[in-house]
C-alpha cells in the first residue's frame, strides 16, 4: 500500500511545469514557484512607495536579483511606486483591507482617495424626514 502512494507521488511529479505571463499586468505564475516562498532583502527596492496605480513592477532575475522597470511614462518630478498587493482587487475597501492586514497600513493612493470620494459623493449625507406631526429629523 505505501508503494502506491509513492507511485502517485512520482506522477504528479512527472508533469510539465506550466508558466503563464499576463500583459500588461505582468504577473507570474507558476506551480513550482508559489507566492512569497523564501525571501531577501533589497534595500533600495525597499524605499519604494505602494500605489493602486503603480508605475512600475518588479521582477525576479535569478535567485538574488530583483529587476525594476517603469509600466508608465516616469518623470523626474514622478515618484516612482509599486503595488504591493498585485492587481486583481475589486476596490478601495478590499484592497485597503489586503494592505492593513499584509502590511498595516491603510492606503492613501490617489486611486484610493479617488474611489473613496466616488462612493461617498454616491451616498447622500443626510436625509431629512417629516414626521406625521410636520417636524423634520435628520
Avoid at 509600466?71 to 482587487?89: L, N, P, Q
Wanted: charged fraction near 25%; glycine fraction near 6%.
Amino acid at each position: 500500500e505505501e508503494e502506491e502512494d509513492d507511485d502517485d507521488e512520482e506522477e504528479e511529479d512527472d508533469h510539465d511545469e506550466v508558466v503563464e505571463f499576463v500583459w500588461p499586468q505582468i504577473q507570474f505564475k507558476s506551480s513550482l514557484f508559489h507566492h512569497f516562498e523564501g525571501s531577501g532583502v533589497y534595500p533600495l527596492l525597499s524605499m519604494i512607495n505602494h500605489s493602486c496605480e503603480p508605475n512600475s513592477c518588479h521582477t525576479s532575475q535569478g535567485s538574488a536579483q530583483i529587476m525594476l522597470f517603469s509600466t508608465k511614462a516616469v518623470s523626474d518630478a514622478d515618484e516612482i511606486t509599486i503595488s504591493y498587493i498585485g492587481h486583481g482587487w475589486e476596490g478601495v475597501e478590499e484592497r485597503r483591507a489586503e494592505l492593513k492586514a499584509q502590511y498595516d497600513f491603510t492606503c492613501a493612493c490617489t486611486k484610493c482617495k479617488r474611489e473613496a470620494a466616488g462612493r461617498a459623493a454616491a451616498v447622500p449625507a443626510s436625509t431629512t424626514l417629516t414626521t406625521p406631526g410636520g417636524s423634520a429629523n435628520s
